[in-house]
């Protein structure tokens, strides 16, 4: 970390003395002031729900800056890495930090492709399951048994094992994600097939039966491709704070990305784009484009609960860059597939003009983020909607594997522990039941 020439200082209106605070600065956007002292120096802590000032660690990883709308990974923006690059070369540049040349790719595409499989047992595991659980109860469950099962790469504090557990979850997640559709449907498990693509070959095994192959239709694997990069990495968003906690104990590497799946569940997060779908099949039922004033109406009653899904970041505060590609995607699919004129396609285009114009959403600086569309893609290639949250923690595996690998090799990381300004109960005395 460099450090600033400027300094901060920190005074108290009741005469406690003052206390200097270094500033570290970034390769690019804020600068931090470092507070590491300031509990031993004072006594106090700062107070800072839902990390909305702290910078929990430092990164060279994806840098976002809401103002402008970007979004880098390692330094290249996301709309060269999701028009020239692959999955594949992105998930290398997360965990390398370059972007690997020819040999490089070959390399590393046959490693990911000899992880493929998992072990026969998980499916005896996965069986175990309702078959009309959420897939993300599955995944989560699954996941985290992965580490009963490669017991040669739990050691978080051996690189080897860090490094070939990142490749087994890269590799393990689309046959696990595909695995956990095919039993909610009863259809059987499809193995993957080493010499297609990474995404083709998740797509076979979505859609192949033994019965029928899955015939690759370039535009939707370019189309899912795509979903993959623009879910990769965001920087420290709640998921990866949480696979960053999880890790910061020492626990198993499958073991700290299934905390993270579990947090990418909630509909604020990773289970947007199955609400934002969800929003839209309800505003339809009810009678469609004609029934979006009244639903607008209730997202902007203060008394109500209801939100835009698919509306609004917490760091894009212009527009999520992400969005931009996958509204293109979009329309792509859409042609490709016949579909211009479904009217779940049609309502969403007109909530996204009503929105974009309506001063509630205007003047909040809420625009549609990357679940929007994300959402109607997958619709569109025939992923049911409660599939699209298991979809993108496999794409974001890889982002959080580089984030705890990268906290792991930082000397100064240590375990998490946040502290707290406790406003409960004082001490008091345990009185007899009779008496309480
Ligand atoms: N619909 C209606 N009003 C909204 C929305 C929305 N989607 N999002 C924020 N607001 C309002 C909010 O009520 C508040 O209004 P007021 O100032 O009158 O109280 C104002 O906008 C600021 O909102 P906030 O809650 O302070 O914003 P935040 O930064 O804490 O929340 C968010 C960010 C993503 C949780 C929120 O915008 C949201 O819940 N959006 C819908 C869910 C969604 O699409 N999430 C996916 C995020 S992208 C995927 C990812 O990266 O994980």
Not at 361 to 382: C, E, H, M, T
Request: contains cysteine; neutral net charge; charged residues 20%.
């Amino acid at each position: 970390m460099t450090p600033s020439d400027v300094k901060a200082t920190l005074s108290f209106s009741d005469g406690s003395p003052s206390m200097e605070l270094p500033i570290y600065k970034g390769s690019v956007g804020p600068d931090v002031i470092d507070i590491r002292k300031l509990y031993g120096q004072t006594g106090k802590f700062t107070y800072d729900p839902g990390f909305l000032s702290t910078a929990s660690c430092n990164s060279t990883i994806t840098y976002i800056d809401g103002d402008k709308g970007e979004l880098l990974y390692r330094g290249y923006p996301i709309e060269q890495l999701a028009t020239n690059c692959d999955f594949l070369e992105t998930c290398y540049l997360l965990l390398n930090g370059e972007l690997p040349d020819a040999t490089q790719k070959t390399d590393f595409v046959n490693r990911v492709s000899n992880h493929t499989m998992v072990n026969e047992q998980m499916q005896f595991f996965l069986r175990g399951f309702r078959r009309d659980a959420h897939p993300m109860a599955v995944m989560t469950g699954l996941v985290g048994a992965l580490s009963a099962f490669y017991h040669d790469s739990t050691d978080i504090n051996n690189p080897e094992h860090r490094q070939v557990a990142a490749i087994r979850l890269i590799a393990k997640m689309p046959t696990l994600v595909a695995m956990a559709y095919k039993y909610s449907i009863g259809q059987p498990f499809i193995y993957p097939k080493n010499d297609l693509s990474y995404t083709e070959n998740f797509m076979r095994m979505m859609f192949a039966t033994p019965c029928a192959d899955y015939k690759v239709n370039d535009v939707l694997v370019r189309a899912m491709d795509r979903i993959f990069i623009l879910h990769a990495d965001h920087e420290q968003n709640a998921s990866t704070s949480t696979v960053r906690l999880c890790g910061s104990s020492g626990t198993n590497p499958f073991a700290a990305i299934a905390a993270g799946v579990a947090c990418l569940w909630g509909p604020a997060h990773g289970g947007a784009n199955e609400a934002a779908l969800n929003m839209l099949e309800e505003i339809q039922r009810k009678g469609g484009v004609e029934k979006i004033g009244e639903f607008i109406a209730e997202v902007k009653d203060k008394n109500s609960a209801t939100k835009l899904m698919g509306f609004g970041h917490r760091v894009y505060k212009n527009y999520d860059p992400r969005a931009k590609l996958m509204r293109e995607t979009c329309h792509e699919v859409l042609n490709e597939l016949g579909l211009q004129n479904d009217p779940l396609f049609k309502l969403a285009m007109a909530l996204e003009k009503i929105a974009l114009e309506d001063d509630y959403f205007v003047s909040r600086k809420l625009y549609p983020n990357v679940d929007f569309y994300s959402g109607i893609v997958q619709r569109a290639i025939g992923i049911p909607v409660q599939l699209f949250t298991a979809i993108f923690a496999l794409a974001r595996t890889v982002g959080w594997i580089a984030q705890l690998n990268e906290m792991i090799g930082d000397p100064e990381y240590k375990i998490g522990r946040p502290r707290q300004l406790f406003v409960g109960a004082e001490k008091r005395d345990v009185k007899p039941i009779g008496q309480r």
